[in-house]
């Protein structure tokens, strides 16, 4: 599994770095995923996580490396979604912030339960809640300094197209993402945490 990892993260960056629509963007956008993969890289072999969430990060960086591609507000797919919805707005962005609450909801979890840092099922699901919030807000705040030091070159990564609440709808993907996590897969989590294929 971990070659098959390797190789389809390689080659979603060798792609999504062949002539992108903004090669700062680009760099901006599949930075997060180059770090996340040289955190695991490190800590493969003195924590090892879980099949689910080595998919679910792999997932997370092809999220991430699709959007440096083509920039969050120009994904072809969300583009024809946008036009069958008649939002007025492509929708990658959201993905993208649905899984910034997902992924790292269970990471979080996986740490918490590993090293009983937070006794309690529900202290536990609060503060993962919590900090995947905090994280997003953080990266927010990311978003508007880039910009401001950078001006108009930020505009693909803000991806806002317009929208006055895109920093506030951002972080409530999030937040329904890291609950979704939460709720949707603690089970499948658990059977791999104790050792069984789910």
Not at 38 to 61: D, E, G, K, Q
Not at 93 to 118: M, S, T, Y
Not at 137 to 152: C, D, K, N, Q, S
Request: proline share 3%; with cysteine.
């Amino acid at each position: 599994m971990k070659y098959l990892w390797i190789a389809v993260f390689l080659a979603v960056l060798l792609w999504s770095g062949i002539d992108p629509k903004d090669h700062f963007t680009w760099f901006l956008e599949v930075l997060p995923a180059l770090i996340g993969a040289a955190v695991m890289a490190w800590t493969y072999n003195s924590f090892r996580l879980t099949p689910l969430l080595y998919t679910l990060i792999l997932i997370h960086c092809i999220i991430l490396m699709v959007g440096g591609h083509y920039t969050y507000a120009e994904v072809p797919l969300f583009d024809v979604l946008r036009d069958i919805a008649g939002s007025g707005r492509n929708n990658y962005d959201k993905l993208g912030h649905f899984a910034q609450g997902f992924v790292p909801a269970l990471i979080a979890r996986e740490i918490i339960l590993r090293k009983n840092i937070i006794r309690g099922k529900l202290w536990q699901n609060v503060f993962i809640v919590s900090l995947c919030l905090g994280f997003s807000a953080f990266y927010e705040l990311i978003e508007w300094w880039v910009a401001l030091a950078t001006g108009e070159g930020a505009e693909a990564f803000l991806g806002t197209q317009g929208y006055e609440w895109d920093t506030q709808s951002d972080m409530a993907m999030a937040l329904l993402g890291a609950i979704a996590a939460l709720v949707s897969l603690h089970k499948v989590h658990d059977r791999q945490l104790a050792g069984r294929v789910p």
